[in-house]
């Protein structure tokens, strides 16, 4: 009976997961690389480590509009 239950929360689980109803599981969420690279230089801009001038030109490297977050990206759904 015990082993039904589990079976049953980790198919509702993976139903949810797989539908996109239920986001990625926290220990499994990654941040990407670009987005590490933006705090990393926003951090050294608050600290003073860098200029306006040097924080804004590296900013356009990564193609980053500091102030303007990106639109999250919408993942479509199959019908």
């Known amino acids: 009976m015990f082993l039904l239950f589990l079976l049953l929360v980790f198919g509702t689980l993976a139903?949810?997961?797989?539908?996109?109803?239920?986001?990625a599981l926290?220990?499994?969420?990654k941040q990407s690389p670009e987005h590490e690279a933006r705090e990393i230089?926003?951090?050294?801009?608050?600290?003073?480590?860098?200029?306006?001038d040097e924080?804004?030109?590296?900013?356009?490297v990564l193609n980053w509009t500091p102030g303007v977050e990106p639109l999250?990206?919408?993942?479509?759904?199959?019908?």
């Open 55 to 60: 924080f804004l030109e590296r900013a356009s």
């Open 15 to 23: 139903y949810l997961r797989r539908t996109g109803q239920l986001g």
């Open 26 to 29: 926290p220990w499994a969420r």
């Open 72 to 79: 999250p990206a919408v993942r479509g759904r199959k019908r």
């Open 41 to 52: 230089l926003a951090t050294r801009f608050a600290t003073g480590d860098i200029s306006s």
